[in-house]
């Protein structure tokens, strides 16, 4: 691997980092462009060669994981869940976590049963696949 794409990954991995440390943070590609030292359609582009989705899909998926968290171990309302992982508006909370997980936060809390299994199998067992 030249020089060249080892910073250029240690970059994607900078806002990606960012990305999972500030997730309910309002981040943008700007934002997240800027953390990165490269202007943002370079931001765009490369993040998604990287790591096989548009940084504003990583984001809602990062969201949408720990909203299912919540959703599993909390009697928080899923409103309080929408707006405490970063979301702007319920519904296009449901609507995300619809299309990533499959189902409505509501239904996915109904349906979500923990097990006594180590939090490492949970994680990879309940992570959504898109």
């Known amino acids: 691997m030249s020089r060249a794409a080892e910073e250029s ?8 980092d960012a990305m999972d440390r500030g997730y309910a943070q309002p981040l943008d590609v700007p934002a997240l462009a800027r953390i990165a030292y490269v202007s943002q359609a370079h931001f765009t582009r490369t993040f998604r060669a990287t790591f096989g989705e548009t940084p504003h899909r990583y984001l809602q998926r990062r969201r949408v ?4 968290f919540l959703l599993r171990e909390t009697d928080h309302s899923v409103t309080d869940i929408c707006f405490e992982v970063g979301f702007g508006s319920p519904g296009t909370f449901s609507r995300t976590f619809r299309d990533i997980v499959g189902r409505s936060p509501r239904a996915y ?12 199998f949970a994680m990879a067992w309940m992570r959504p696949s898109d």
């Open 65 to 68: 994981e720990r909203a299912m």
């Open 9 to 16: 990954n240690r970059r994607m991995l900078r806002a990606r």
């Open 109 to 120: 809390r109904r349906e979500a049963v923990t097990a006594a299994v180590p939090t490492c």
